[in-house]
């Protein structure tokens, strides 16, 4: 029997979770299985140990989560031997796990903030157009730093002026607030700062910053109905960067491998 062609064997994503809290890590898990996926994708999850931070805030807990996972035995030898294709390092920042894990060069490796830019894009399409798109985060730190990330990520200079991006818009809240706190709480913050990015006008996409938001898709789209109305808000897409994540990895490794090989 013939071997199946590189791009029809298995895809091994892992989910990595670069902070302590497993509430966060589920919620993710779960958005993830809500994909409509081919049967050879097989995702892992990972949630970092306890001496990471329980929420990645700013620029420390990013080094200080790296630092962990990068310290995980156990983890780290299973990239090393190969037993994953992938990682989605799933905290929406411009994380230095992505570039410390790329140096495996047969690892495809991207950040749910990076796929979220990617597919974000991709989705507004026209390039003369007027259609934005923009992110609704959490504390007042991501502003700035998420801001010159997306001006990195497309080479630009910091403070460049982009005209497809609408800006990033933060709520207050914290990754964890999104497991803790009243509902009614984070919903009413959370649509607070995405009637502010709405409200800059041709809002395409809306990138959800935080993995910690995954499943809260309808408070998004309950705001662009009062923002847009119902028929224009009809056409605002939501991006969860997990599942972008998932999805391009394995548009990623299954390219790598067709054109690797030429199949």
């Known amino acids: 029997m013939s071997s199946p062609a590189p791009s029809e064997r298995a895809v091994r994503i892992l989910l990595l979770n670069p902070n302590s809290s497993t509430a966060m890590t589920d919620g993710m898990e779960a958005a993830a299985k809500k994909l409509i996926l081919p049967d050879y994708i097989d995702i892992s999850t990972y949630t970092a140990s306890s001496s990471s931070p329980a929420s990645i805030n700013d620029n420390n807990d990013i080094n200080a989560s790296t630092e962990v996972v990068l310290s995980d035995k156990n983890v780290m030898k299973s990239i090393e031997d190969g ?31 990076e796929a979220s830019i990617l597919t974000s894009l991709s989705i507004i399409g026209d390039p003369s157009g007027s259609e934005k798109w923009g992110v609704v985060t959490t504390g007042k730190f991501w502003e700035d730093h998420l801001a010159h990330g997306v001006n990195q990520f497309i080479g630009q200079n910091k403070g460049d002026e982009n005209s497809k991006f609408a800006g990033v818009f933060s709520s207050g809240l914290t990754a964890g607030d999104f497991h803790t706190l009243p509902p009614e709480e984070v919903k009413a913050k959370l649509k607070a700062a995405t009637k502010k990015l709405l409200q800059t006008g041709s809002v395409k996409c809306v990138a959800m910053g935080c993995g910690g938001m995954a499943g809260l898709e309808e408070i998004i789209r309950e705001t662009a109905v009062e923002v847009y109305g119902e028929q224009e808000a009809a056409n605002v897409f939501i991006i969860d960067g997990v599942k972008a994540g998932i999805l391009q990895l394995e548009q990623t490794v299954r390219s790598r491998r067709a054109f690797q090989s030429g199949i």
């Open 83 to 113: 037993a994953y294709d992938a990682v989605l390092v799933a905290c929406f920042s411009v994380h230095t796990l992505v570039p410390k894990l790329s140096e495996h060069k047969n690892l495809a490796v991207t950040g749910i903030f």
